[in-house]
């Protein structure tokens, strides 16, 4: 029986941030990281997902043999606007940069899903899971990124904005969810082509 890693007191970060991509031929990069689901995050990942993660398959496809983790992995893009700012323009970018996240999210859950494990990732614009249709109570994101990668926010009116450490405030956050050997997600996003560092 696979044992259930929660919160890895030694290193929580697996991998930390580095840009990739899924398509060589676009220029559309992700910053991604692997986290441990620190504890701070388990309530929270609790109250999103209940116990889907732990209804998922028969485990008949799981042949890694490793422990399983509860695993986050948190991506932020760089935004060619200042998404705080209002506008066509505006939605025309973050419309962009969800459908990169979103073909993202799929490749990556449709990947560990292939291999008989659990994961699913939030939509961004209503901060709900994409997959697990039965859960709706909200994720958020700019709290996410706050725990996982001490990135800090503001508030902008009613809205907390996420400030990223080099990109400021052109950055759009969004998450991926996984039950699986912490390896096996590692091998998955080291293999994907770097990004480029502009």
């Known amino acids: ?46 109250h ?26 948190p991506t932020n893009q760089r935004a060619r606007e200042d998404l705080v700012a209002v506008g066509d323009h505006i939605e025309a970018e973050k419309d962009r940069l969800l459908n990169v996240f979103l073909d993202f999210g799929k490749y990556i859950c449709e990947n560990l899903r292939s291999k008989g494990y659990w994961s699913d990732y939030i939509d961004p614009c209503s901060g709900l899971p994409m997959i697990c249709l ?4 909200v994720y958020s994101e700019v709290d996410g990124m706050e725990c996982l990668l001490n990135y ?12 990223h450490p080099k990109w400021g405030s052109a950055v759009y956050p969004a998450t991926i969810f996984a039950y699986a050997p ?14 480029s560092s502009v």
Do not use: W
Request: with cysteine; hydrophobic share 40%; net charge negative.
């Open 152 to 163: 800090k926010a503001h508030n902008a009116g009613f809205c907390k904005v996420l400030t």
């Open 48 to 73: 999103v997902f209940n116990d889907e993660h732990l209804k998922f398959g028969d485990g008949s496809l799981n042949s890694s043999g490793g422990d399983l983790s509860l695993l986050a992995v």
């Open 1 to 46: 029986m696979a044992t259930i890693q929660t919160d890895a007191a030694v290193k929580p970060t697996i991998i930390p941030p580095r840009l990739v991509r899924i398509n060589e031929s676009k220029d559309d990069d992700l910053e991604c990281s692997l986290h441990y689901l620190p504890k701070p995050l388990l309530r929270e990942f609790g």
């Open 182 to 195: 912490a390896e096996v997600v590692k091998s998955l996003i080291e293999a994907l082509p770097a990004g």
């Open 134 to 137: 039965n859960c709706n109570k």
